[in-house]
């Protein structure tokens, strides 16, 4: 189901897994020896930077993702949902084999979560199936994580991105827990990195330490600008210019899956927009507010919600 002339530039592209989310409700998240009950389940089209990409679809900019999908059921509903949603899907690479990655997610009545992911053929990307042609002209390439060896072909792609495009980068747990050694290659590239407090913290080897105090090695590596996300306690964001610490929005929590993924789709777009750090994390702090008021990206906010409410 392509939908996209070939000679149309998308300004962000991203780069990550292609999952479905199998998300199921339940009364708690056990642990080791626990039970619990599933109240009741949903599947959406799920993945960081695809969650991502479609924010920024629904934002009013022009999005495609680089992901593998299989020739199966899951397959069809990530490319229905892209479609959909606007995003061009000349950047999609079909599998002849194997399985569409899944996610499955058991989300509690205060709306936290713990996820198993099954990769299926995300961690199949190998540089040849990227056409170079479709990715020279972006604004920004979005990196987000993989399980497996995908990761590899990430650190290929750097070379043949133009210096004018901007790297996005969201490592999420995952790519954290490779250690910051097997990250450099792509941090060394890196002109905004989205993360948030605990996987920094991960990152750096440290637990204790103020956040500023982490981020500034980031500065002096090169990274432009570093958005530390903290959850309800909002957001400290720090560049070569400006330094700022945003509040969260309170919302009625459904479902914090993407709420870290829906805030890089608002901070992107007030990246784009030319507007300043705070802006942008005030804008990126209400976008995810919306979006955790549901599950998947059922409540991720249109461009006429962000102006109504702006």
């Not at 590899?152 to 004018?164: A, H, M």
């Not at 996300?229 to 945003?246: H, P, T």
């Not at 479902?255 to 804008?283: H, M, P, Q, R, V």
């Amino acid at each position: 189901m392509e939908i996209f002339d070939n000679d149309v530039n998308a300004e962000v592209i991203g780069f990550g897994a292609l999952n479905v989310d199998k998300l199921y409700s339940v009364e708690n998240i056990v642990g080791a020896d626990e039970e619990s009950f599933i109240k009741s389940e949903t599947s959406t089209p799920g993945g960081s930077a695809a969650n991502t990409i479609v924010g920024l679809a629904r934002l009013g900019c022009d999005t495609s993702i680089i992901g593998k999908i299989a020739e199966d059921e899951d397959g069809d509903l990530i490319e229905y949902n892209l479609a959909i949603n606007g995003v061009y899907t000349n950047n999609l690479i079909y599998s002849e084999s194997g399985s569409t990655g899944k996610c499955l997610g058991f989300v509690d009545k205060e709306g936290e979560r713990c996820l198993y992911i099954d990769p299926g053929v995300n961690d199949e990307i190998k540089i040849g199936e990227i056409n170079p042609l479709y990715i020279m002209r972006c604004k920004i390439m979005h990196y987000t994580s993989f399980v497996g060896d995908s990761f590899k072909t990430q650190i290929e792609l750097l070379e043949k991105l133009s210096q004018d495009t901007l790297l996005s980068f969201d490592p999420g747990m995952l790519y954290v827990q490779k250690g910051f050694d097997e990250l450099k290659p792509i941090l060394d590239r890196t002109d905004i990195l989205l993360i948030n407090e605990s996987e920094l913290r991960i990152l750096c080897k440290n637990s204790n330490a103020p956040v500023k105090d982490l981020v500034i090695n980031f500065l002096d590596l090169g990274i432009g600008t570093i958005v530390v996300k903290q959850g309800s306690k909002g957001v400290y964001a720090i560049s070569n210019s400006e330094e700022c610490q945003v509040d969260a929005y309170e919302c009625d929590v459904v479902d914090t899956t993407g709420a870290g993924d829906s805030f890089n789709s608002g901070f992107l777009y007030s990246y784009l927009k030319g507007y300043d750090l705070e802006k942008s994390c005030k804008i990126a702090n209400w976008v995810a507010s919306k979006a955790i008021e549901g599950f998947g990206m059922e409540k991720f906010p249109s461009l006429k919600e962000l102006e109504d409410f702006f």
